[in-house]
Nanobody
Framework: EVQLVESGGGLVEAGGSLRLSCAAS????????IGWFRQAPGKERAGVSCISTSDGNTYYADSVKGRFTISADNAKNTLYLQMNSLEPEDTAVYYC???????????????????WGQGTQVTVSS
């Protein structure tokens, strides 16, 4: 059984940092395009960042460039999202996913995602 389990969310003040983790079991993350999505209240789910399985390139949504960093520890089979300089607009439920289409624009990132985590809440207070 494939499982993706996110952790690391919480409540933080604007300007603070959080590090999200996504621990995978039942699949090898390095075999898949992997990434992070978020869904804010009243909004559609959107791609935040991804790692391409073909070349290892990383891509980010414009709104998080320079503040968020995606990485993976293959030995631990875990995906991370380091989030710095958090803003209230970053408040959302964050999901990790595997088998994403990882392109610079992120616009079709979720079209092939087969595996999803349960989500972790990130709340940034002003």
């Amino acid at each position: 059984e494939v499982q993706l389990v996110e952790s690391g969310g919480g409540l933080v003040e604007a300007g603070g940092s959080l590090r999200l983790s996504c621990a995978a079991s039942g699949l090898i993350l390095d075999d898949y395009g992997i990434g992070w999505f978020r869904q804010a209240p009243g909004k559609e789910r959107a791609g935040v960042s991804c790692i391409s399985t073909s070349d290892g390139n990383t891509y980010y949504a414009d709104s998080v460039k320079g503040r968020f960093t995606i990485s993976a520890d293959n030995a631990k089979n875990t995906l991370y999202l380091q989030m710095n300089s958090l803003e209230p607009e970053d408040t959302a439920v964050y999901y990790c996913a595997a088998n994403v289409i990882c392109l610079p624009t992120l616009h079709i990132m979720g079209h092939t995602a087969d595996y999803w985590g349960q989500g972790t809440q990130v709340t940034v207070s002003s």
